[in-house]
């Protein structure tokens, strides 16, 4: 089975500078990963996602993520943190069940709070 | 907007009660998946509707069930509920069921066991 680990529950970087999240899966076969934002009281909404083709894959408000295979790493950047930024950040991968149904299996999720 | 539904945004309850929370797709959508959000588990998956039928089962306690309505439409029923219940449940849909489709998810339904 798939498993997720994000290094760093909580992740704290001044407004305008680099927002850096770490994310590493484990998986037999080529996978499927994601990332989404999780803002308070509300549900997760997808930032971006990988399947196959370009390594480097662009997402929504100015994020993105790059697939390192040797690493086993999809970790999320974005250049300069704006405060809309702060949120809960979860990094996810996906495999075919038995059935062939998507089971999608979630990190811990990193809190990220942005410093004025 | 995610256009995934979910009825109600609140609920509060006693332990030993029954409760059914309810979870519209996105228009078109066919996958329905539910999810368990507390701060000590973390996001677990609970199981998962393709067309009206089953197609996986996670950390579904067996004194909660669920269903997939012809409407598609889907209720997640939790029963003899224990204080250990309290969570954000989340429903999200998916226009198919294989691997790599992304998941919408709606707002949540807030559960609180007293």
């Known amino acids: 089975a798939q498993s997720v680990t994000q290094l760093g529950s909580h992740v704290s970087v001044s407004e305008g500078a680099l927002v850096l999240l770490r994310c590493n899966y484990s998986?037999?076969?080529?996978?499927?990963l994601f990332w989404y934002v999780q803002y308070p009281n509300q549900g997760l909404q997808l930032l971006l996602k990988?399947?196959?083709?370009?390594?480097l894959v662009k997402g929504i408000n100015g994020f993105e993520a790059e697939f390192k295979k040797s690493e086993t790493s999809f970790h999320l950047t974005k250049p300069s943190a704006h405060m809309s930024d702060a949120a809960e950040y979860f990094c996810?991968?996906?495999?075919?069940?038995?059935?062939?149904?998507?089971?999608?299996?979630f990190g811990t999720g990193t809190r990220l709070t942005v410093i004025p | 907007d995610s256009g995934v539904t979910q009825t109600p945004k609140h609920l509060i309850t006693a332990t030993g009660q029954r409760v059914t929370l309810r979870c519209s797709p996105r228009?078109?959508?066919?996958?329905v998946y539910w999810y368990q959000q507390s701060l000590d588990q973390g996001l677990q998956f609970l199981i998962q509707?393709?067309?009206?039928?089953?197609?996986a089962k996670g950390n579904i306690l067996e004194r909660f069930s669920a269903q997939q309505f012809p409407d598609l439409h889907s209720e997640l029923n939790l029963s003899s509920l224990e204080l250990g219940d309290s969570a954000l449940y989340f429903c999200?849909?998916?226009?198919?069921?294989?691997?790599?489709?992304?998941?919408?998810f709606g707002n949540g339904t807030r559960l609180t066991v007293t």
């Open positions: 996810a991968v996906s495999e075919r069940g038995q059935t062939g149904a998507n089971n999608l299996f």
């Open positions: 998986s037999s076969v080529p996978p499927y």
């Open positions: 990988y399947t196959t083709g370009a390594t």
């Open positions: 999200a849909s998916s226009l198919g069921q294989g691997v790599g489709s992304p998941l919408h």
């Open positions: 509707y393709y067309n009206g039928e089953e197609r």
């Open positions: 228009s078109g959508d066919l996958s």
